[in-house]
């Protein structure tokens, strides 16, 4: 086969594959809106990644980790198209075989997910039967000999049936995306919801709690910039109307929990600042939210857990779980089961209608967004999402600070200058933050007004910057008197260690 056969066989195949992941798209808005091959293909390679899968992606990527995934699997799928389509050049009707039989996989491969319809299944498999149809199609559009030489018209044909071809497939797939983003009940209802007013307010945020620096990181982050992680790429849609929490397990009394009984429960406030284990040191991968809930401790007493029981075992409704200390959940701390951040019910991509707020605990043994079940257990009986895949079972956030002003490699001008950042261990609260220039003393920064212990708190120290290249370090003391590590630790398996550390030139 000549190579421009094989071209032809190649661009046919990659069109035919955008066409097919476009249809698979617009299919599973339609009837199955969790099982885009994209998701099922995404979710799998998720839940099969090593951790040091995970912390590299986090590392590169951060919050774009998923918007990474899913292009890799994109120029995947496209090679593989290509792949077919080559085939289906030198001998006719196996590329097709590819597509239905790449169709028929993912479609099986969809009906494992935990959150698995009936329809799971008809996505995938009809995005492989687009894609076989048109790339059977594409094939037999060859160039000829037209009244002009050489078979232009033919060409140009071809070129534009691939091209037409591709740019179906890319409506398809935006239409699915907008499809799922706007026709979900739960999105309706979320829009129309007003939230209950809480039995107990959080204490106003006084103006102290901020300090007039600018470039540090906000007290309160804003709902649109607060971090994501979790292992969901399609975002689930849950309808409050048909959301249940189940308390079960180690329990004397089984209790179901309807989305009215919750909103008619006596809601609370709290400001709590949630962080992930794969936060590097200085890493942005925290926040600070305004939180509304019931306490989940309540809920836990009407169950009565047993005696021995040590650990609930929070299930969201796409099967992630989560291995939260009993204790942690029962021993005063402001636990809740949350329905509203920052004044307004939650995000979607943040847990709507209900998630897990817990202090003091990395998000991976205690954050559950759409949250559906507890079950009350021991640690030497379940094993939860990443505990399975070796990080520690308990998850205390580590005491931390970050520099925040200056930024990193930035060019300061030398004369009056302030160093300034956020420092946390909540459920202990920080009493203190010092400050390394070079190789010179440590000096205390002054603090702003911490919230409650549950929150991270701002601080500043004045800075006489002189010219040069300078090393800046922070460390952080808490309300206990601990002074924060110096030793270097990576996220896995318990949270990262070690004094955020930046250089700077002063010119």
């Not at 050489?150 to 497939?169: D, E, K, M, N, Y």
């Not at 890319?170 to 699915?176: H, L, N, T």
């Not at 200056?406 to 946390?424: E, F, K, L, S, T």
């Not at 409650?452 to 370090?473: C, F, L, M, Y």
């Amino acid at each position: 086969m000549n190579a421009s056969r094989a071209w032809r066989g190649a661009a046919a195949g990659a069109a035919a594959a955008v066409l097919g992941a476009g249809a698979g798209e617009l299919v599973a808005a339609v009837v199955a809106p969790t099982s885009s091959p994209f998701a099922v293909i995404g979710g799998a390679l998720i839940d099969v990644a090593p951790s040091w899968a995970k912390d590299a992606a986090i590392a590169w990527f951060g919050t774009s980790d998923k918007i990474a995934l899913l292009t890799a699997i994109g120029i995947v799928l496209l090679i593989l198209g290509a792949a077919a389509g080559i085939c289906e050049a030198r001998r006719p009707r196996v590329g097709v075989v590819v597509f239905v039989a790449v169709g028929i996989s993912v479609g099986g491969l969809a009906l494992t997910r935990e959150d698995a319809g009936s329809l799971a299944l008809v996505p995938s498999v009809l995005a492989g039967a687009a894609g076989a149809i048109a790339l059977r199609m594409l094939a037999r559009t060859r160039p000829g000999t037209g009244a002009d030489g050489a078979g232009q018209p033919s060409r140009r044909a071809f070129l534009a049936w691939t091209i037409g071809t591709a740019a179906v497939g890319v409506v398809m797939a935006v239409a699915g995306g907008l499809g799922r983003a706007g026709a979900a009940a739960a999105t309706t209802v979320r829009a129309a919801l007003k939230l209950p007013r809480p039995v107990t307010p959080a204490p106003p945020i006084p103006a102290s709690a901020s300090l007039d620096v600018a470039g540090i990181t906000p007290v309160v982050t804003p709902n649109p910039d607060f971090y994501r992680i979790d292992t969901a790429l399609v975002v689930p849609s849950v309808d409050p109307s048909t959301w249940r929490l189940r308390i079960h397990g180690m329990v004397a009394q089984e209790v179901t929990l309807t989305w009215d009984e919750l909103l008619a429960l006596p809601l609370v406030e709290s400001v709590t600042t949630l962080s992930c284990v794969s936060n590097e040191v200085g890493g942005d991968l925290i926040g600070n939210a305004v939180w509304l809930g019931y306490p989940i401790r309540e809920l836990l007493q009407r169950a009565v857990p047993d005696a021995d029981a040590d650990m609930v075992l929070s299930a969201s409704v796409d099967g992630f779980t989560a291995g939260t200390p009993l204790e942690a959940l029962t021993d005063g701390r402001a636990a809740l089961l949350a329905i509203g951040m920052n004044g307004e019910p939650l995000p979607p991509e943040h847990g709507f209608p209900v998630r897990m707020v817990v202090p003091g605990l990395y998000g991976y043994v205690s954050a559950t967004k759409w949250v559906t079940d507890l079950e009350v257990t021991r640690f030497d009986r379940a094993t939860a999402y990443w505990t399975a895949r070796g990080w520690s079972d308990r998850g205390p956030i580590k005491l931390e600070s970050r520099i925040d002003v200056p930024r990193q490699g930035r060019a300061v001008p030398a004369g009056d200058a302030v160093i300034a950042g956020v420092a946390w261990l909540p459920g202990t609260g920080v009493s203190g933050v010092e400050v390394q220039v070079d190789d010179g003393d440590w000096h205390g920064a002054e603090l702003a007004t911490a919230i409650s212990d549950d929150t991270w708190v701002q601080w500043r120290r004045p800075w006489k910057a002189e010219s040069g290249n300078h090393r800046i370090r922070c460390r952080a003391i808490s309300r206990d008197g601990t002074t924060q590590t110096d030793t270097v630790a990576a996220p896995a398996p318990d949270g990262a260690s070690g004094w955020h550390t930046i250089t700077v030139q002063v010119s």
